[in-house]
T-cell receptor
Framework: KNEVEQSPQNLTAQEGEFITINCSYSVGISALHWLQQHPGGGIVSLFMLSSGKKKHGRLIATINIQEKHSSLHITASHPRDSAVYICAVYLNTGNQFYFGTGTSLTVIP | DVKVTQSSRYLVKRTGEKVFLECVQDMDHENMFWYRQDPGLGLRLIYFSYDVKMKEKGDIPEGYSVSREKKERFSLILESASTNQTSMYLC???????????FGSGTRLTVV
């Protein structure tokens, strides 16, 4: 049983396309992270959300706490966006995170 | 910016060796975590620590131990490395009670 489910697992897009990655979770959370990992690289936190929507450049993250669902959108995708995107939730019961298995995105020029 | 530094980016060890993976953070975070990341399995928690000398088992602690003698340093120890411990190991830290979270750049360990 995985408390955090991401979809799709793999995604290939043409440069310029609008991309959506989805995350659903089944536990009570106080925050949700969207993380980015480039091939062979470390992990960076793109967003931390507890409600609503956040935007940074071409990236937009939304969360619906009632529906236990979050989305990460990339507008005007670029090959440098190619990476694994991971959804992570921080439980409201303590110091613990659960992770999705990641979405591998490839953007083709 | 919070920095989480892992001592080695790539490591190759022999089966049976004792292996130390070191992680240091510079922002006085109470919580520190060790994860391993494998294809198709995502990130899995090995151990975490919420204070000096305190530790809690995660989902997959077998074959590992940890040490936290100082607040800024959290070490992962493979007592007798095995080939199934070949993986990417990631350290992270956070403030207690806070969901802010910073990862190190990872150590890719190969056990031969």
């Amino acid at each position: 049983k995985n408390e955090v489910e991401q979809s799709p697992q793999n995604l290939t897009a043409q440069e310029g396309e609008f991309i959506t990655i989805n995350c659903s979770y089944s536990v009570g959370i106080s925050a949700l992270h969207w993380l980015q990992q480039h091939p062979g690289g470390g992990i960076v936190s793109l967003f931390m959300l507890s409600s609503g929507k956040k935007k940074h450049g071409r990236l937009i993250a939304t969360i619906n706490i009632q529906e236990k669902h979050s989305s990460l959108h990339i507008t005007a995708s670029h090959p440098r966006d190619s990476a694994v995107y991971i959804c992570a939730v921080y439980l409201n019961t303590g110091n613990q995170f659960y992770f999705g298995t990641g979405t591998s995105l490839t953007v083709i020029p | 910016d919070v920095k989480v530094t892992q001592s080695s980016r790539y490591l190759v060890k022999r089966t049976g060796e004792k292996v130390f993976l070191e992680c240091v953070q510079d922002m006085d975070h109470e919580n520190m975590f060790w994860y391993r990341q494998d294809p198709g399995l995502g990130l899995r928690l090995i151990y975490f620590s919420y204070d000096v000398k305190m530790k809690e088992k995660g989902d997959i602690p077998e074959g590992y131990s940890v040490s936290r003698e100082k607040k800024e340093r959290f070490s992962l120890i493979l007592e007798s490395a095995s080939t199934n411990q070949t993986s990417m190991y990631l350290c992270a830290s956070s403030l207690v009670g806070g969901p802010g979270y910073t990862f190190g750049s990872g150590t890719r360990l190969t056990v031969v």
